[in-house]
C-alpha cells in the first residue's frame, strides 16, 4: 500500500516519540516486533535501532491500514504512517520508553517481508550459538547485542574526540606487510606478482608507529585492525582492534597520564562511571608476589603471602622436598565463615592441578587452634606465626601451595579467582584500575634456549640496567607499563629504543645476530640513524575495553561479525576453498 513520498520520509527514531510531539504527523520504520489482534484493534510494535514504538490500527478509522496490518509477520520491514496520541491510562506501560503513547496507524508500507526466523529475534530466547552466529545479521538486532554495538561506536567516538584534542593525529598504516616473526604467528598473504614471496598482516603497528615517531609526527594514533594467527578462547580473535597511540619526546608518566585520561573519559562519557584518578601503581615484581599475575584483580582481598621462611624447618615432606628444590610455599587467607566441605577442599586439589600444581593444602583457625592435616607436622610457633603473618582470625581458611614459584603462583592467582567467585566476594559494577610497571625486559625461554622479549625486542629497557645486558641480561628491566582493568589487561606499551646501538645491544640478547637482524628489521635499524627522537607508546584493546564497559563476558558479544573458536565464520563459510586457478596464479600448489 502506496503512502505517498512525503510520509516516507522517517520523521523519529522509535525510542524517540514522547508525550511533547503528541498530536504530530510521525513516521517509524524499522521490522515488525510482535503483532496482537485484539479482535477489532491491532497493535503492532515497530522495533529499530533505537528501541520499540508501539503502533495502533482502528478498522473503523483507516480501514485500509487496519487490512495490511493484519497480514504482518515479525521481521517484516515496514513503514508506519499516522499521529502520535497518549495511551489511555490503563495501557499505559512504565517499563517501556516509549510506554506513554503510540502512534495512530493513518498508513502502512511493507517494504519487505520475512521468511520465519530460526529463532525468535528478542533478548533472552534460547538458541544455539552455531544458529546464532550463522544467522549473525538476525542476533544483531536483538536489543542486548545491538546496544553493544552502539555503545561500542560511541566509545571510539570518544577516544577519538579526546585523543585530537590532545594534539594526536590519526594516521593509516599499512593493513599489507613485511613478515617479522617476533611473537605470534602471522597471517600470510601471497604475492602474485613475486611468487613465493608473501606480505603479512600486522600484528600490531609497531614498527609503523615508530617509524612515524622517526618521521616527526610527534603524536600518533589509529584505531586499527591488527591479526594474529594463534590459538582462541573467549577474549581473543583472529582479528582484532586496538586504539593505537605513539609520542614523542615524552617520558613513561607522560604517556601513562594521557592514557589514564582516556580510559577516564572513555568510562565517564560511555558508561557514566568516573574512575578515582591516579590509578594505583605496582610493579611487575610486586604484583606476582602478591597476585600471583601480572594482571590482578584488586576488586576484593585475599591477598598471597610467602611463608616459605616460616615452615623451616618442616617434618611436611611436602613443604621440604619444595624448599629444597628452589620452590616456594605460598598461601592466601579466606575470611570465610561459611565452611566449605571437605569434597569442596578436595576439589581445590583438583582445580589446581589443571595449572601443573601438586595440590592444595588447608587449615582453619578454631579456638582450639588449626584444623588441618599439615598442623601435626608443624610448631605452635610456627602456626602462630604463619597465622599472623596471613592475619587469620578464628574460622578463617588458610589455602596453600608448595610447588616453583611460577606454578604456585599461577596455580593460587587462579584459585583466589575460584573462591572469591564462589563465595560472590567480587564485587558487581565496581572497576578497579592500575598500572603494573616495571617488567623484566627478557625472559628465558627453554623450548628455543635462548632470551626472548617479554614484550617486544623494541621495548626500552632503563638506562641504569643497560650495563647488564650482557652480563645479567636476567635482571634487566624494561621501562614497560601494561594497565590492567578487574583482572583484565586493556593495554600495554613501553619507552621504545631509539637508538641503534642499544637496539643492536638487544637483538643481540635475545640471538638474534646482525645479518638476521638486518633480514627482519633492518629498515628500522637504518631509521633509527637518522635523528630518532625518545618516543614510546601504548595499545588498549578495543575490544576488551568494550566487554569491560558492557559486561559482556566475550568479545564475541562486542563484534558485530566475529569468528568462532575454531577462527571460522559461519555466516559466510570463510575460510573457504580456493580453485586451482587461484593456487595456480599465485604459485601455490595442494599438499
Known sequence: MSIGLKAMTRTHYCADLNSRDCGAEITVMGWVQSRRDLGGLIFIDVRDRSGIAQAVFDPESQPGAHMVAHTLKPEYCIAVYGRLAMRPGNMRNPGMKTGDVELVAEHIEIFNESQTPPFVVEDGVEAGDVLKLKYRYLDLRTRGLMSRILLRHRASV???????????????????????????????????????????????????KQLLMISGFDRYYQIVKCFRDEDLRADRQPEFTQIDMELSF????????????????????????????????????????????????TRFAMQLRDVSDLVVPSEFKVFSSVLSSGGVVKAFNVKDKSTFSRKD??????????LGAKGVMWARKTDEGWKSPVAKFLS??????????????????????????????????????????RLDLIPHKTFSALWVTTFPLLKWSEEDKRYTSVHHPFTAPFPADLDLLEKAPQQVMSQAYDMVINGSEVGGGSMRIHTPDVQERVFNAIGLDEDAAQTKFGFLLEALKYGAPPHGGIAFGLDRLIMLLTGASSIRDVIAFPKTASATCLMTDAPSNVTDKQLDELGIKRK
Not at 169 to 181: A, F, N
Not at 184 to 190: E, K, N
Not at 387 to 407: I, K, N, P, W, Y
Request: proline share 6%.
Open 158 to 208: 570518544s577516544a577519538r574526540t579526546y585523543l585530537n584534542k590532545n594534539g594526536f593525529v590519526d594516521i593509516e598504516t599499512p593493513v599489507l606487510t613485511k613478515s617479522t616473526p617476533e611473537g605470534a604467528r602471522d597471517y600470510l598473504v601471497p604475492s602474485r606478482v613475486f611468487p613465493g614471496r608473501a606480505y603479512a598482516l600486522p600484528q600490531s603497528p609497531q614498527l609503523f
Open 250 to 297: 615524552v617520558d613513561m608518566d607522560t604517556i601513562m597520564d594521557i592514557s589514564e585520561g582516556l580510559i577516564h573519559t572513555l568510562f565517564d562519557e560511555v558508561i557514566g562511571v568516573r574512575l578515582p584518578r591516579p590509578f594505583a601503581r605496582m610493579t611487575y615484581e610486586e604484583a606476582m608476589d602478591v597476585y600471583g599475575t601480572d594482571r590482578p584483580d
Open 345 to 354: 577442599l578436595d576439589g581445590f586439589s583438583a582445580f589446581v592441578s589443571e
Open 380 to 421: 605452635k610457633e610456627q602456626i602462630r606465626n604463619i597465622s599472623q603473618r596471613l592475619e587469620m582470625s578464628c574460622g578463617d581458611l588458610a589455602l596453600f601451595v608448595a610447588d616453583t614459584v611460577d606454578t604456585a603462583n599461577a596455580a593460587l592467582s587462579a584459585l583466589r579467582l575460584h573462591v572469591a567467585e
